[in-house]
């Protein structure tokens, strides 16, 4: 299950991200965090970029309210994504097939 965190704000989802990878997509759960895969290198941010815009596009929200906000230079990572609620997220991702289950 997705650790996931509600505050007054937004939602902190864990991330485990896998760069280089075939395609972009949202792979599932990985050990309590959503699997993320980028076909960006993890230089010069370029891996955070595609990640940070894959989950706006994947959740209909703007690229400004998604924010990594730990885990800058890690596979493991922590996004904040502002306006939402940890039930809008998990609708959404269980609409697109990413996940089975409500957190």
Same mark, same amino acid.
């Given at each position: 299950? =997705?650790?996931? +965190?509600?505050?007054? +704000?937004?939602?902190? =989802?864990?991330?485990? &991200? $896998?760069?280089?990878? !075939?395609?972009?997509?949202?792979?599932?759960?990985?050990?309590?965090?959503?699997? /993320?895969?980028? +076909?960006?290198?993890?230089?010069?941010?370029?891996?955070?970029?595609?990640?940070?815009?894959? =989950?706006?596009? $994947?959740?209909?929200?703007?690229?400004?309210?998604?924010?990594? /906000?730990?885990? $800058?230079?890690?596979?493991?990572?922590? =996004?904040?994504? !502002?306006?939402?609620?940890?039930?809008? &997220?998990?609708?959404?991702?269980?609409?697109?097939?990413?996940? !089975?289950?409500?957190?």
């Amino acid at each position: 299950m =997705i650790e996931v +965190t509600e505050d007054a +704000t937004g939602v902190i =989802i864990p991330l485990r &991200v $896998q760069p280089k990878a !075939s395609s972009d997509r949202i792979a599932g759960e990985h050990a309590g965090a959503l699997k /993320v895969c980028v +076909t960006s290198p993890p230089e010069d941010g370029k891996a955070n970029a595609a990640v940070i815009k894959l =989950i706006a596009k $994947q959740l209909r929200v703007a690229r400004s309210s998604v924010e990594i /906000v730990s885990g $800058q230079s890690s596979r493991q990572k922590k =996004i904040h994504i !502002s306006a939402v609620s940890a039930s809008d &997220v998990s609708r959404k991702l269980a609409a697109a097939g990413v996940v !089975s289950a409500e957190w």
